[in-house]
């Protein structure tokens, strides 16, 4: 991959890594990066069946060797997260849900870009590029949060559970008398991005690499 290259992450789908950069979409074969026809920069790759990638000039559709403009084109697109009738984008200007019954995309405007989507406790929440959280109200609309200090750089779910990489460390998400609650897992360091493996809990930072912890274990010592 050339040195120039800003990897913004990467992604397993159906058994093959690929690589969001800032100068397009990678895949990996036979040990070395190969560009794949996306030239774009992009921020995410995803399969729900069909395979998708978040580019900064919308949402493709296709595989590695045809990409097809799906929606929101000219729009950077970061997210997506599929629900039993829905389709949620989490793109520049807020979030834009695809309805699986009607086939219609609807965008709801928050007038910042949401970076990345996921289901707590029926609601959907999304950070900001701003670093704070919106909250869906279940009334078709968002409220939204700033946690003093913090900067929320991604959502992660796993198992049911969402957690939140964050400029002052690792947190799971929690609710108290319908108010959204941050529970540290004393990561001690900013953490980007979570990767939770069988009983290993693996996480990226800033400025101390990538560390690891078992699920015994009350913190994150060792570095990878």
């Known amino acids: 991959m050339p040195a120039q290259v800003h990897v913004y992450r990467l992604d397993w789908v159906e058994s093959q890594l690929f690589a969001s950069t800032s100068h397009g979409l990678y895949q990996l074969e036979d040990e070395i990066w190969q560009q794949t026809s996306v030239t774009d920069p992009c921020y995410a790759a995803i399969s729900w069946g069909d395979r998708f990638v978040l580019t900064e000039n919308g949402l493709l559709c296709g595989n590695e060797d ?9 729009k950077k697109t970061y997210d997506l997260l599929v629900t039993p009738h829905f389709i949620f984008l989490g793109y520049e200007d807020g979030v834009a849900f695809y309805d699986l019954f009607t086939g219609n995309w609807c965008s709801m405007p928050l007038y910042q870009a ?14 900001t ?14 409220n939204q949060h700033r946690f ?12 049911g559970e969402v957690y939140v990489c964050a400029n002052t460390g690792l947190y799971k998400l929690g609710e108290i008398r319908g108010n959204i609650i941050l529970h540290a ?12 493996w069988r009983d290993m809990m693996v996480i990226s930072t800033r400025d101390s690499g990538i560390k690891y912890k078992h699920a015994d274990k009350t913190g994150f010592q060792t570095v990878l």
């Not at 949401?114 to 950070?127: C, I, P, R, Y």
């Not at 590029?129 to 968002?142: A, D, H, Q, T």
Request: charged share 20%; no cysteine.
């Open 185 to 196: 897992l004393d990561a001690q360091a900013e953490v980007t991005d979570l990767l939770i």
């Open 114 to 127: 949401v970076t990345s989507l996921a289901v707590f406790n029926t609601m959907l929440v999304g950070t």
């Open 148 to 159: 003093e200090g913090m900067f929320l750089n991604r959502l992660v779910t796993h198992r």
């Open 129 to 142: 590029e701003r670093g704070g959280i919106v909250v869906g109200n279940k009334k078709g609309g968002f």
């Open 66 to 74: 045809e990409w097809l403009p799906l929606a929101y084109r000219g």
